[in-house]
């Protein structure tokens, strides 16, 4: 069975610095992808990037970018340039076996001036 | 584009009070949908997913049901709230692939007294 790590619960980072959350997943799947969400305080879900395992290049969305380590099984979201507005949850997601998504427990993130 | 609608945002409700959420998404035909649940600070989890009309698939026994009566309507429905009911609940839509995300409402803020 599928399952998502997120070892961090909570990160800091100032204002206009790069910050990495971590995320480990555990797939028997010779297939798959990750997903990373991001959660602000009003609750909605946004996605923000996903890279298949497949995928030649490490995924990229503006500031975003995923460090994926095939090896290590780990996807990790960096952020670049971080901004107030990043301040919320973050989640990262693998499909299961029949497609349903598997969320970690989240990371939140803090950013200060 | 595809949108997904959620109603309503906030809702209060007492002990054994029936329930209905309801989600719509327009700009697509044939999604896969997703009732989810979140309690406070902690990560979603699954309840219903529906991948065509009248097909519902309940991921967790509970004191909720959920229907897809039209191609791109969803309601979660509840007979009697239970204080447990709590929570917030997160609308979600996807074109069914591995590789294509699922995509949130806003949410509805659920408070049981």
């Known amino acids: 069975a599928q399952k998502i790590t997120q070892t961090q619960p909570g990160m800091f980072v100032q204002e206009k610095e790069a910050v990495t959350l971590d995320c480990t997943y555990d797939?028997?799947?010779?297939?798959?992808?990750l997903f990373w969400y991001k959660q602000p305080s009003s609750g909605e879900m946004i996605f923000l990037i996903y890279q298949g395992s497949y995928d030649q290049q490490n995924a990229t969305e503006g500031r975003y970018s995923l460090n994926f380590q095939k090896a290590r099984k780990s996807a990790n979201l960096v952020i670049s340039a971080s901004q107030l507005g990043d301040s919320a949850m973050y989640f990262c997601?693998?499909?299961?076996?029949?497609?349903?998504?598997?969320f970690g427990t989240g990371t939140r993130l803090q950013v200060f001036p | 584009s595809q949108t997904i609608h959620q109603w309503p945002a906030t809702l209060v409700q007492p002990v054994g009070s029936p329930l209905s959420l309801e989600c719509t998404v327009e700009?697509?035909?044939?999604?896969?949908l997703y009732w989810y649940r979140q309690a406070a600070g902690r990560g979603l989890q699954l309840l219903f997913y529906?991948?065509?009309?009248?097909?519902i698939s309940s991921e967790v026994p509970q004191n909720l049901s959920a229907s897809r009566p039209q191609d791109r309507q969803f309601i979660l429905s509840s007979k009697k709230l239970l204080l447990s009911d709590s929570g917030f609940y997160l609308c979600?839509?996807?074109?069914?692939?591995?590789?294509?995300?699922?995509?949130f409402g806003d949410g509805t803020r659920l408070s049981i007294l």
């Open positions: 797939t028997s799947d010779p297939s798959y992808g």
């Open positions: 979600a839509w996807s074109g069914g692939l591995r590789a294509q995300p699922q995509h």
């Open positions: 529906s991948v065509g009309i009248g097909q």
């Open positions: 997601a693998i499909p299961d076996n029949t497609d349903k998504l598997i």
């Open positions: 700009g697509t035909s044939n999604p896969n």
